[in-house]
């Protein structure tokens, strides 16, 4: 069964402390592992898709990276406005192409 | 409105009353996604339709629940006699083109359906 955990669950970082968040995953086969940003009240946002091992994709303060078994969002010097629960999300052979399997996420605050 | 529109956000209703849904996707988005959130748990894939192909209802939990979709557009999900377990935030997104090509699906802010 394919299956994403994440961790840590909560994570606290002062303005500008970077950090990383991971994702790691157990999947038939995978097509994609998904990266959304979700703010109280709101519906997931679209961050990053990536497809293979060693793929790398960046926006702003933020990259993600891919490897066989995990991937890890780095946030560099992060602001305020980069508090969110960060969503992954795998894309397996065995289901549907429609249903991502979602951990549970992590809850980042940032303190200024 | 240029996002999903989700109606109405917030619906309480008591034990064993059916509920309805709606979900008005981004124009012209051909794929469809139900999908519902329960506090501490992550999103759980519901319904998906694509297209005029049949919709995959692997994720519904039960018969109580079912989906439309109508003209390729609007999706009503229907929860019958519903239970309290079925509280949850019921979350629609659409996509221009499926998940293998991009993975950007555009969600709307939800349903919040409390059963009491």
């Known amino acids: 069964e394919d299956q994403v955990t994440q961790s840590p669950e909560a994570l606290r970082l002062q303005e500008g402390e970077s950090s990383s968040l991971n994702c790691s995953y157990t999947v038939s086969g995978l097509r994609g592992l998904f990266w959304y940003r979700q703010d109280p009240g709101k519906g997931p946002e679209f961050l990053f898709t990536l497809y293979s091992a060693g793929e790398e994709k960046e926006k702003e303060r933020l990259k993600a990276t891919l490897t066989k078994k995990e991937s890890f969002l780095h946030i560099t010097a992060p602001k305020p406005e980069d508090s969110a629960t960060y969503l992954c999300a795998v894309l397996g052979i065995s289901g549907n192409t429609g249903k991502l399997i979602f951990g549970q996420g992590t809850t980042l605050q940032v303190k200024p | 409105g240029a996002g999903v529109s989700q109606s109405p956000s917030n619906k309480v209703t008591e034990k064993g009353k059916d509920v309805e849904l709606r979900c008005d996707p981004i124009?012209?988005?051909?794929?469809l996604y139900w999908y519902r959130q329960s506090l501490g748990q992550g999103l759980e894939f519901l319904i998906y339709f694509q297209g005029n192909s049949a919709p995959d209802k692997s994720g519904l939990p039960s018969d109580r629940f079912s989906a439309e979709r109508t003209g390729g557009s609007v999706s009503t999900l229907t929860i019958q006699r519903t239970q309290q377990e079925d509280s949850a935030v019921y979350l629609c997104a659409s996509s221009s083109s499926g998940l293998l090509a991009t993975g950007e699906l555009f969600f709307g802010e939800g349903s919040r359906l409390t059963v009491l």
């Open positions: 124009s012209g988005h051909t794929a």
